[in-house]
């Protein structure tokens, strides 16, 4: 017998200001008749996160900025398991909703009342999760710099070391992760490797690179628990001042900064080449970090 594999969806609960409260956004579906979240499966090969930024858009004509995870829900469709994640995201544009067969109609309420009017006991866990949560002051996307050989191949200074051709696909890849979070900030480690990896976003975004040492691994003579500690100031310094950036940094001192910023000494940071962490403040306070 085969095996019956899992549908992946993904979705947000995307909030508004309005008049001293939050409104968050519902969708109707003729279909079922029903009221949820707005949500869809994932197309091949796609990212969770990117699925979800792309269903909003779709079926609210919303363009809104995930800031961090939701509970995931985890039910049964036409016979299957699903599970779709979720993201909270503040709504930034519309283009204005035109009914479809899809989704016929859009509503915003204020949490509580969306809560009583969603179809599913599972929406209504993901928005009293939402409720939960202090409001998101900002939000950082912190990236390892992308593939760039190894030291042992390279001739020239260490941080001269340039991406190689699989390093120059995975920043490709990068920048449409990158450009979800609509950073109005891109702040890299002096290596060029770093750079590089902001090179896509930055064409991508039209934002220059700001090159900063406080972002570096250990130099001959420094202590890494130093520069980790330098990183996680940093990123402090950043997040207190609000709204949504990008970091590249370096895989001797991402899991150190981030142990510093959690509290979870011993926890699993380590960070692929390529890869990186969505993290999401309240203020100075770090809520919660993702993998991106």
Do not use: N
């Not at 003729?30 to 699925?51: C, Q, T």
Request: proline share 8%; glycine share 8%; with cysteine.
């Amino acid at each position: 017998m085969a095996a019956v594999t899992e549908i992946r969806a993904a979705g947000g609960v995307v909030w508004r200001p309005a008049a001293g409260a939050t409104e968050v956004c519902l969708v109707h579906r003729p279909r079922y008749g029903d009221w949820s979240l707005p949500k869809g499966k994932l197309e091949p090969a796609e990212h969770p996160l990117m699925a979800a930024v792309r269903e909003v858009a779709e079926e609210t004509d919303v363009r809104a900025v995930p800031q961090i995870r939701l509970p995931s829900a985890h039910y049964r469709s036409e016979g299957r398991p699903k599970v779709v994640d979720y993201w909270s995201m503040r709504a930034v544009a519309s283009g204005g909703f035109q009914p479809g067969t899809e989704v016929d109609e859009v509503r915003w309420l204020p949490v509580d009342d969306a809560i009583r009017l969603v179809s599913y006991p599972h929406d209504a866990e993901v928005l009293a999760a939402f409720a939960a949560l202090p409001p998101v002051t900002a939000t950082v996307a912190l990236v390892r710099h992308a593939h760039a050989g190894t030291r042992a191949t390279w001739s020239g200074p260490d941080t001269a070391r340039p991406l190689d051709a699989e390093g120059r696909a995975q920043a490709q890849a990068l920048a449409d992760l990158l450009a979800l979070v609509r950073p109005a900030r891109l702040l890299s480690a002096s290596a060029r490797r770093c750079v590089q990896t902001l090179d896509p976003a930055a064409a991508r975004l039209d934002l220059p690179i700001e090159v900063c040492g406080d972002l570096d691994e250990p130099r001959p003579g420094q202590q890494r628990d130093e520069r980790a500690l330098a990183l996680a100031a940093r990123l402090q310094e950043l997040a207190v001042a609000g709204g949504q950036l990008a970091v590249c940094s370096q895989g001797k001192v991402i899991p150190g900064a981030l142990e510093r910023l959690t509290g979870l000494v011993g926890a699993d940071f380590t960070t692929p080449k390529g890869g990186g962490w969505l993290l999401a403040f309240a203020g100075d306070g770090l809520l919660a970090t993702e993998r991106l």
